[in-house]
C-alpha cells in the first residue's frame, strides 16, 4: 500500500499539487474478526439496543442471518447442550469502537466482522452497516489528528457530538427486544459456545 501511495502521490504533483502528504496508517478493507477490539459488538448486545441512545452515530436491523450456515456451529450447540436459537431481527444503536482496535493504536478494521462477536457478525456483516461505521471512522481519525491523540482514543461520543453540532446526526431509534427470554437466550448462547 505504500508503494501505492507514492504512485498516487507522484499523479497528484502531475496535475499541480504542491505537496502530497500521505496518512502515517492505511485503510485496510479485511473480511476477516479481529480481537482485541476497544468495545466488541455481540449479537446479545445488538438485542440489547447497542449503544447508548446518548453516544450513537445511527442506528441499524438486521437478521441474525446464518443463511449457508456456520461449519460446525450445530454440532457444539449441540454437544453443550443447545438447541438451536431462533431470534427476531434486532434493531440496534451503532457507534466505532467495536472497529477500532485496543493494541494497535492508529488502526480501524471495518468488515462483515470486525470486533463482532457471537451472533453479531451474522447482523452486522451489512454492507450499508460497515458504510455507516466507516463515516464514524472517517470523522474520528479526522479528530484524533486534530487533537493529536490517538484513534483508540476517541469515544463514540465524541463523534456523536460533532456530528450533533453539524446537524448531520441520524435519527436515533435502536430498541431493546422486549422478550428478556430472547436476550437471556442468545446470551447463554453466545457464552457457551465461547467457552
Known amino acids: 500500500m505504500l508503494k501505492e501511495m507514492q504512485l498516487l502521490s507522484q499523479w497528484f504533483m502531475a496535475l499541480g499539487a504542491t505537496s502530497v ?8 478493507r479485511h473480511a476477516g474478526n479481529v480481537k482485541g477490539a476497544v468495545d466488541s459488538l455481540t449479537g446479545t448486545k445488538m438485542l440489547k439496543g447497542g449503544v ?11 437478521h441474525f442471518d446464518i443463511r449457508g450456515g456456520i461449519e460446525g ?16 431481527p434486532p434493531l440496534f444503536n451503532v457507534g466505532i469502537q467495536h472497529a477500532i482496535l485496543n ?9 462483515p466482522a470486525s470486533g463482532f462477536e457471537g451472533y453479531a457478525s451474522s447482523a452486522g456483516r451489512i454492507v450499508e452497516f460497515n458504510c455507516a461505521v ?13 487533537s493529536n ?21 441520524s435519527k436515533i431509534y435502536g430498541q431493546p427486544n422486549s422478550q ?10 453466545e457464552n457457551a459456545l465461547a467457552a
Open 149 to 169: 491523540r490517538n484513534l483508540n482514543q476517541i469515544s463514540n461520543q465524541e463523534v456523536h457530538d460533532i456530528l450533533v453540532n453539524t446537524g448531520k446526526l
Open 103 to 111: 493494541s494497535v493504536s492508529n488502526l480501524a478494521v471495518i468488515s
Open 21 to 28: 502528504i500521505p496518512a502515517p496508517e492505511l485503510y485496510i
Open 52 to 62: 447508548p441512545a446518548s453516544e450513537a452515530l445511527g442506528t441499524f436491523g438486521y
Open 134 to 146: 466507516g463515516q464514524g471512522i472517517g470523522i474520528a481519525a479526522a479528530l484524533a489528528m486534530l
Open 180 to 189: 428478556q427470554e430472547d436476550i437471556a437466550r442468545l446470551d447463554n448462547f
Open 73 to 88: 456451529l450445530g454440532a457444539r450447540a449441540s454437544a453443550k447442550g443447545l438447541g438451536e436459537v431462533k431470534l427476531p
